[in-house]
């Protein structure tokens, strides 16, 4: 039974969650855990799987391997850079799964962008255009140097938690980002160069006021 | 090609400016672009960790009750054989 006088599952941290899930198998303090940090996973998997349907099988098989081996957390690390090792070890092996038949790009399946909605139609063009080609140029990426640029760029891992994460060395996390940096700089430049024919489809100023 | 290959890359905080802020700006980039785990992966996992928690304890159960039943076997069959 609830204790009346405990605060809301909403309001306690991480830890607590965990040592009510993991200490007194408190089942409403394991799904408000795993609910909390549902987003972040699936967009982890999604951005190093690069596809939907894999991000969410990956998502969903974290979600109960973190409840099987919750019993074994000892809360060395933080919940979440614990959860980033599991996304990121599952949706490795998902894209060593999936390389003999490339799915398409996850266009990046993410949909439009808040806010942009308000944008000029031009900047709207002009943000999708950006985004697919960061997302072509990722899939470029070996999967590991991608989940070492998507953990550290886009959640803002430290190298250290890095490190953890990947089971690494600091110095392994500091050359895949590195080489992750520069081949992800080069090929997005190949990308964002207009082609021949991009060049050809723009028309001349005045062209059209013909008609 | 080994991973630690270059001692001198930048450490973390370094000046790297130009670098930074393109990649910075990249994962500004897709950071703006934040799909929402769909609800179906959270209902399926707590489906998943329900049913794998029942089989544990009707396992746990099972075994129990089979476990009770072993040790008292040699009881009863001793009984048995004096009455």
Redesign the interface.
């Known amino acids: 039974m609830a204790d009346r006088f405990s605060p809301p599952l909403a309001d306690l941290t991480d830890a607590d969650l965990v040592l009510r899930a993991r200490d007194r198998g408190d089942n409403a303090a394991?799904?408000a855990l795993?609910?909390r940090h549902?987003?972040a996973?699936?967009?982890v998997a999604?951005?190093i799987c690069l596809n939907?349907a894999d991000a969410?099988d990956v998502?969903?098989e974290a979600?109960?391997r973190v409840?099987?081996a919750l019993p074994n957390f000892r809360a060395d690390s933080a919940f979440s850079t614990w959860l980033y090792r599991i996304v990121t070890n599952l949706a490795l092996n998902a894209v060593t799964r999936r390389r003999e038949q490339p799915a398409e790009l996850a266009q990046?399946?993410?949909?439009e962008?808040?806010?942009?909605a308000e944008l000029d139609p031009a900047l709207r063009v002009q943000?999708r255009e950006?985004?697919a080609a960061?997302t072509a140029a990722l899939a470029e990426l070996t999967p590991q140097q991608r989940a070492c640029?998507?953990l550290r760029?886009?959640e803002?891992l430290?190298?250290e938690e890095l490190a953890e994460v990947l089971d690494?060395?600091v110095?392994?996390?500091?050359?895949?980002l590195?080489r992750a940096?520069t081949e992800?700089?080069a090929a997005?430049a190949r990308y964002d160069a207009p082609t021949d024919e991009s060049a050809a489809a723009v028309p001349p100023p005045g062209a059209g006021d013909e008609a | 090609m080994?991973?630690?290959?270059?001692?001198d890359?930048?450490e973390?905080g370094a000046d790297d400016s130009a670098?930074d802020s393109?990649?910075?700006e990249?994962?500004a980039?897709?950071?703006?672009?934040?799909?929402?785990?769909?609800e179906?992966?959270?209902r399926?996992?707590?489906s998943?960790?329900r049913l794998?928690r029942e089989v544990l304890l009707i396992s746990r159960t099972l075994g129990g009750a089979l476990f009770r039943v072993v040790t008292a076997l040699p009881d009863y069959l001793s009984h048995r054989s004096n009455r």
Do not use: C, N
């Not at chain 1, 990046?108 to 949909?111: D, L, S």
């Not at chain 1, 110095?171 to 895949?176: F, H, Q, T």
């Open positions: 394991l799904e795993l609910r549902r987003d996973a699936y967009r999604l951005r939907s969410e998502a969903q979600f109960v409840w099987r990046i399946e993410m949909g962008t808040p806010g942009t943000h950006r985004l960061l640029w998507v760029e886009v803002g430290h190298y690494v060395t110095a392994s996390v500091k050359g895949r590195f940096r992800l700089a997005l | 080994s991973d630690d290959f270059d001692p890359l930048p973390e670098a393109l990649h910075a990249l994962g980039l897709l950071r703006s672009v934040a799909p929402a785990a769909p179906v992966v959270h399926r996992a707590l998943r960790i794998e």
